[in-house]
Structure formats: structure tokens, C-alpha cells
């Protein structure tokens, strides 16, 4: 029966990968002495850096997408247009019905 998959809190990611950072020691090294594989931190270290990059904020959890400030703004007014067009070819329709009642 396989073991069921370990899941890290965003804020052991980041603690994780400041050591990384600031210790000088290696990887390998650091994820032995938290008990999580090697290659975990080092995806993390690498996703923390790419997300930097482009100013997304990192580790947001899971099946949350990292967006940056612009990017959610801009899904908030995408959605608040789609509603003002759902509205407004509800009253288009709404005017029709009662122009032919006339």
C-alpha cells in the first residue's frame, strides 16, 4: 500500500529555502536535515526564484495560480464585464418582449 504524499505548508517551503540561501550549504544537505527529499527544494528554490522574477507571489497553495497584482486586477474586471454584458443582453431582451406587448 503506498504511503500517503507529505505536503508542506508555504511557509516551510519559504523557511526551507531562505536556509538555502543564507546558510551556504548545499541543497542535499539542508533537505537531509529537514527530512525532505533533495529534489523538493531544489524545485523550490527554483520556483521561488522564477516567481520573483516576473513579481508573482510564490508558494500560494495548492491548485491556487500565483498571480501578480496587475493579474488580479485584471481577472476581477474581466468578471465584473461579463457581468455588465450578461445584464445588459438581459435588458435588450427585456425591452424587446415589452416593445411587442405595446
Known amino acids: 500500500m503506498p504511503t500517503p504524499k507529505q505536503v508542506y505548508s508555504a511557509q516551510f ?3 526551507a529555502v531562505q536556509l538555502v540561501r543564507t546558510s551556504g550549504k548545499s541543497c542535499a544537505e539542508i533537505a537531509r536535515n529537514l527530512g525532505v527529499p533533495a529534489h523538493y527544494l531544489v524545485r523550490w528554490k527554483k520556483q521561488q526564484e522564477q516567481h520573483e522574477q ?4 510564490v508558494f500560494t497553495g495548492r491548485g491556487k495560480a500565483a498571480l501578480s497584482a496587475q493579474e488580479a486586477e485584471l481577472r476581477e474586471l474581466r468578471k465584473e464585464l461579463e ?3 450578461q445584464e445588459r443582453d438581459i435588458l435588450k431582451k427585456a425591452l424587446g418582449y415589452f416593445a411587442r406587448q405595446i
Open 13 to 15: 517551503k519559504q523557511e
Open 54 to 57: 516576473v513579481g508573482r507571489p
Open 83 to 85: 457581468i455588465a454584458r
